[in-house]
């Protein structure tokens, strides 16, 4: 391992954070922690996760796409920033590309994504 991925890796380590193994097309569920004031609180934002881009890596963010009262929504994410509390994954979907950038152009059920009947989750390096 180069230096540089050793000291991404002792970054990532160092934030104890628990990513849930998803890609595009995947319907995922994210907490964002908002602060409103003195006050703070977790706002949920669900949709599709269009894109990935870096990778796991430190410097990796996501792009979840949503359709709000008539209008489509797209809110990119870092992968590890602090205030994401948590990020759930709600259904797997089934998608032939990489960047789901086509689905900006669709509507209705042109826009829908086949799920994933049989998912079965990879196994982990050690086990």
């Known amino acids: 391992m180069d230096l540089i991925a050793q000291l991404e890796a002792e970054q990532i380590a160092a934030l104890g954070k ?3 193994d998803f890609k595009a097309g995947d319907t995922i569920r994210v907490g964002y922690k908002v ?3 003195t006050r703070s609180r977790v ?5 599709v996760c269009i894109s990935r ?3 796991s890596g430190i410097a990796g963010s996501f792009t979840v796409r949503k359709i709000s009262f ?8 870092p992968l590890y920033s602090t205030n994401i509390d948590s990020i759930t994954v709600v259904r797997r979907g089934r998608v032939r590309r990489a960047k789901l950038y086509y689905l900006r152009a ?3 059920k042109s826009a ?3 799920e994933v009947a049989n998912y079965k989750p990879k196994a982990d390096a050690e086990a």
Request: proline letters at 4%; charged letters at 35%; hydrophobic letters at 20%.
């Open 106 to 108: 669709r509507r209705g």
């Open 70 to 77: 008539g209008e489509g929504v797209e809110r990119v994410f």
């Open 53 to 55: 881009k870096n990778g």
């Open 18 to 20: 628990d990513i849930p």
């Open 43 to 47: 706002q949920n934002y669900e949709g």
């Open 35 to 37: 602060t409103e004031g």
């Open 112 to 114: 829908r994504i086949a």
